[in-house]
């Protein structure tokens, strides 16, 4: 087995979630069985392969500049609500499960 | 008019002939809507108001003799991972079951703009995460031509409202295959553009380097015109490719004599079901008769691609979904004390269990220790099955698959099996992974009379070939000669 008990919930503290007693089981058994099939990409020897991130690295780009200057055409100005206004406090707010027209509020962020 | 015989460009020529009006078309589709959505549960939110104003401004300008713009009136259903203004999106998840976007996603907006009438968000796996849709949290959709059967995810939604004429067409997402397979299951026509063709500014993140916008329809046609509409680049995606569109439609027409079709036999292995077998082989023979050239290609990193998928899509996945923790609009769990305890039960309580598989996972194979291993290993394999189709298309024009190992499912068949329902996707996920454009069109149906679909892959920005293909394809098999 490659993840173990204390993984799950080491990882579940990662996520944010907690995660109850029956669904870590069921992570546990889950997370192995999917695991244990993706061990088949060792097959392959990538030594020399570079990864892709993203498909755009392979059109669109101008290999003749360096770094992010090759992604030119993704560029655009920087100019204050050149491309849509910025949305208003209110309609910032309203979908906030907490507010208080100014602020989000949240429980108490310093536990003591 | 009956419902099934409508299509884009009869919708709008009868609007513009004053045969009918917009108006009278919406309420015909809600009235089917009402009458076979609570057998099927395609949708999840209507939007009537939005639907009849514009609706009522189509037929003012129909009533003025102005000519209509290229889809007037067509009835339109998006999946509820697209952002719409002032109309719930959930994602098909509890976290955003109360949530109204402020904003219009892209390609809604340009649907609108080109006349289109928004009836309403469609059913869908939670954040697109499935193919059976099952995985949707308010409930399942079942297949219009089956009802014991699913309708294939994550656009299951989309496809069968499609599928039971209760919109002409539907707007879906493919990351690893959520258009192309629901289309094949449901027996409509599902078009997964290259990505960055299509602007993704609005849609609810999933998988941001392998998430596509595209149609549902019931032809090929329908697809090229909703494309046209959509494609382009947009500055509000900075992904969203600058490379010109092409007029799609005008292109359906030219001749597919002499076009060169691989087949690639990575494709027809062990896991294939035998009807659908032969329903695509006949499928490409017919392609052949029309004048195509069938051409042996090979893709061999094939098996590899859903374990690639799988880490890649997760890892994605569990950093785009961090954002859901009950602050600023996703749901957030009562009674909680402090802030930490807040994170993690409104997450639990908002998220269903393939959400929180995939975000354990995604987690995984980013934490330290882990990442060479897992995350990029992926990317390494990622260029691997991108390379295979850049050589294999050096040969070809198109390739042509089965777009799924088998006819629809049957609701609960897979749902306690992750790692079955992920190889579902098998012939699906490497076109995400590599961006390449594909379609699936109907090609025949089972004994069981389920469809079947058909698969045509083509180059990077190549949709009007494999359109081209599928549109010879089509009507060649309507003529049944």
């Known amino acids: ?112 | 008019m009956e419902l099934s015989q409508l299509n884009v460009e009869r919708v709008r020529s009868a609007i513009q002939q004053r045969t009918t009006t917009a108006l009278a078309l919406a309420e015909a589709h809600y009235a089917e809507i009402q009458k076979e959505d609570g057998r099927i549960g395609a949708f999840l939110t209507l939007c009537k108001e939005r639907a009849l104003e514009q609706a009522d401004r189509i037929d003012r300008m129909a009533a003025e003799g102005k000519p209509l713009p290229p889809l007037a009136g067509v009835p339109v259903a998006i999946k509820d991972v697209m952002s719409t203004r002032g109309v719930r999106t959930t994602a098909g998840s509890k976290s955003l079951e109360k949530y109204i976007p402020p904003y219009d996603c892209t390609a809604v907006t340009r649907l609108e703009a080109a006349g289109a009438v928004i009836l309403g968000k469609t059913n869908c796996d939670e954040f697109a995460m499935g193919s059976s849709n099952e995985n949707s949290a308010f409930h399942p959709v079942r297949n219009p031509r089956d009802l014991t059967r699913v309708p294939g995810g994550s656009s299951g939604g989309s496809a069968a409202a499609v599928a039971a004429d209760m919109a002409v067409v539907a707007l879906g997402s493919d990351t690893g295959g959520s258009i192309r397979q629901p289309a094949s299951f449901c027996g409509v026509v599902g078009l997964m553009p290259t990505y960055g063709r299509v602007s993704r500014y609005g849609l609810i993140a999933f998988a941001s380097s392998l998430d596509h916008i595209g149609p549902l329809t019931k032809t090929v046609k329908d697809s090229a015109i909703v494309l046209q509409t959509i494609a382009g680049r947009d500055p509000m995606d900075s992904t969203s490719a600058d490379v010109p569109v092409p007029n799609y439609v005008a292109e359906l027409e030219k001749p597919i004599r002499g076009l060169k079709l691989g087949v690639a036999k990575e494709y027809f292995g062990e896991g294939l079901d035998e009807e659908v077998r032969q329903s695509v082989e006949s499928a490409i023979d017919r392609l052949k008769n029309l004048g195509c050239e069938v051409v042996p290609v090979s893709l061999p990193h094939t098996p590899y691609a859903i374990p690639t998928y799988y880490l890649i899509a997760t890892a994605e996945a569990s950093s785009n979904l961090a954002r859901y923790d009950g602050v600023r609009y996703s749901y957030r769990a009562p009674g909680v004390k402090s802030l930490s305890e807040m994170y993690r039960r409104s997450r639990d309580e908002g998220f269903g269990a393939e959400a929180k598989r995939r975000i354990m996972l995604g987690t995984y194979a980013l934490s330290a220790g882990y990442y060479d291993a897992y995350y990029l290993k992926a990317q390494k394999v990622r260029t691997l099955l991108t390379r295979d189709f850049e050589e294999a298309f050096r040969k070809v024009d198109a390739i042509v698959t089965p777009t799924s190992p088998t006819a629809a499912f049957r609701l609960g068949e897979k749902s306690n099996n992750p790692l079955a329902m992920y190889l579902a996707d098998i012939y699906t996920v490497t076109a995400d992974l590599a961006g390449i454009p594909g379609i699936s069109i109907p090609c025949g149906q089972t004994r069981e009379k389920l469809p079947v679909g058909l698969q045509i892959l083509g180059k990077h920005f190549d949709e009007a070939t494999i359109l081209r293909v599928a549109h010879a394809y089509e009507q060649s098999a309507q003529t049944g000669s």
Do not use: C, H, W
């Open chain 1, 1 to 112: 087995m490659k993840v173990t008990e204390q993984d799950v919930a080491y990882v579940a503290g990662l996520a944010n979630l907690e995660l109850s007693g029956d669904e870590r089981t069921g992570m546990l058994r889950d997370l192995n069985s999917i695991l244990d099939y993706i061990d088949r990409l060792n097959e392959l020897d990538t030594s020399n392969v570079e990864p892709m991130a993203q498909v755009s690295d392979r059109y669109g780009v101008d290999q003749s500049k360096q770094g992010s200057d090759r992604f030119a055409y993704a560029t655009r100005d920087d100019i204050v609500e050149g491309l849509r206004k910025s949305l208003s406090q209110q309609a910032a707010l309203e979908n906030a499960p907490d507010a208080d027209g100014t602020f989000f509020r949240v429980p108490k962020v310093i536990e003591r």
